[in-house]
C-alpha cells in the first residue's frame, strides 16, 4: 500500500482521513499543517511539519489538501508544486460515494459519503463533494469548487472555478454559476450567476459582491 500524506490537521481534514481509510487505497503516513505545531494529533496521526516537509521522505508517493476553503486549499496547491512539480496529488473516493459511468474525476478531489457523480460529469481538480451532494448527468466543476451536503445540481450545469454550493441549495438544470461565487444555503438556483457574488433565496439572487479568496467558512 502506498503511503501518502495529508495536508491539514482540522475538522474538514479529519473527514477526508475518515474517507481514506475506509477507501483502503492508501497508508497515511502523518499530517502536515503549517498553522499547527510539529507533534500535533489528529486520528492518531501526527503534524511532521508544513509543505516544506514532502522534500525530506522519499517513500511518499503523494498528498491531498484537505483545507476547506477554496481559496486557501489552492495556495497550499500552489506552494506545494512550487516546492515539489513533480507531486502527485491523489483523489480519495468514499466507498460509499457514487461515481457513475463517463464521469471523470480530477486529481486532489475528495468525495465524501453518499456523494454522486453522475455519467459524463467531469468534476475538475482539487474539489470537494461533500456528504450526499450530487452533480446530475453531464455537467462540469472546475477546479477548486466545493458542494457541501446536501447541494444538488440537475444535468448539463457549470460550475466555475473557486465557487461554493452552500448546505442544501438546488441549481436546475442547465444553469452555469460563474467563478469565485457562493451559493447561500437552501438557495434555489434558476437562472446563471454573475461571478464573484453571493446569491441566495429561492430564487437565487445576488446579493452583494465578494472579492476573491474572502473568507465563507
Excluded at 495536508?7 to 473527514?15: C, F, P, S
Excluded at 516544506?52 to 484537505?66: E, M
Excluded at 508544486?81 to 502527485?88: L, T
Aim: hydrophobic share 40%.
Amino acid at each position: 500500500m502506498k503511503s501518502i500524506l495529508v495536508y491539514g490537521a482540522g475538522g474538514h481534514a479529519k473527514v477526508v482521513i475518515d474517507v481514506i481509510e475506509k477507501a483502503g487505497i492508501y497508508r497515511i503516513a502523518g499530517l502536515l499543517d503549517g498553522n499547527k505545531p510539529v507533534g500535533t494529533n489528529a486520528y492518531g496521526y501526527s503534524v511532521l511539519g508544513d509543505e516544506s516537509y514532502i522534500h525530506s521522505d522519499d517513500n511518499i508517493h503523494g498528498i491531498i489538501v484537505a483545507i476547506g476553503d477554496n481559496w486557501l486549499r489552492a495556495k497550499i496547491v500552489h506552494a506545494i508544486r512550487a516546492i515539489k512539480p513533480e507531486c502527485v496529488f491523489i483523489t480519495a473516493i468514499h466507498p460509499q460515494a457514487t461515481v457513475a459511468r463517463g464521469a471523470v474525476i480530477g486529481e486532489g478531489t475528495v468525495l465524501m459519503a453518499g456523494a454522486v457523480v453522475n455519467s459524463d460529469t467531469i468534476i475538475g481538480s482539487h474539489c470537494v463533494l461533500n456528504t450526499i451532494s450530487s452533480v446530475d448527468h453531464d455537467s462540469r466543476l472546475d477546479d477548486y469548487v466545493t458542494m457541501a451536503p446536501h447541494a444538488a445540481t440537475g444535468g448539463g450545469v457549470r460550475i466555475e472555478s473557486y465557487c461554493t454550493i452552500s448546505i442544501g441549495a438546488s441549481l436546475i438544470h442547465s444553469v452555469t454559476v460563474h467563478e469565485h461565487t457562493v451559493i447561500g444555503a437552501g438557495a434555489t438556483v434558476l437562472s446563471a450567476i454573475e461571478s464573484y457574488s453571493v446569491a441566495y433565496g429561492t430564487p437565487a439572487r445576488v446579493v452583494r459582491k465578494r472579492e476573491a479568496g474572502e473568507r465563507y467558512l
